[in-house]
């Protein structure tokens, strides 16, 4: 089971840390992803991380403000992010992708087995 949360409403240039509990979906099996869906549109892939935590890709668009990150003891992928902008609001989801390769970052929905049920992150201007 994946369960995320720390979304919230933040003023632009905030920050907020979302949180993921992997239970169930730990270790380095496991690549994790961050992804978004804002009203009307397609779920996007904001952040990857490999199962060894030494991997990681970005959307282009969160680059320098979105840092992703895992703790295997503690069961839990991280999503810091930074210098929030209002075209940040979005439904927030976590997602696991079983891998045999420890170093590997998955960026598409459809890699995706596992999904969490989301957090809302809003960010007015």
């Known amino acids: 089971q994946l369960q995320a949360s720390g979304g919230g409403l933040v003023e632009a240039g905030g920050s907020l840390r979302l949180s993921c509990a992997t239970s169930g979906r730990t270790g380095n099996r496991y690549a994790m992803g961050w992804f978004r869906q804002a009203p009307g549109k397609e779920r996007q892939f904001v952040a990857g991380?490999?199962?060894?935590?030494?991997?990681?890709d970005y959307l282009e668009s969160v680059k320098g403000r979105f840092t992703i990150s895992r703790d295997n003891g503690k069961n839990t992928v991280y999503l810091q992010m930074n210098s929030l902008k209002p075209e940040d609001t979005a439904v927030y989801y976590c997602?696991?992708?079983?891998?045999?390769?420890?170093?590997?970052?998955?960026?598409?929905?459809?890699?995706?087995?596992?999904w969490g049920q989301g957090t809302q992150v809003t960010v007015s201007s």
């Open positions: 991380i490999s199962g060894s935590g030494i991997r990681t």
């Open positions: 997602a696991a992708a079983q891998s045999a390769y420890s170093n590997v970052v998955f960026t598409t929905t459809p890699s995706h087995t596992y």
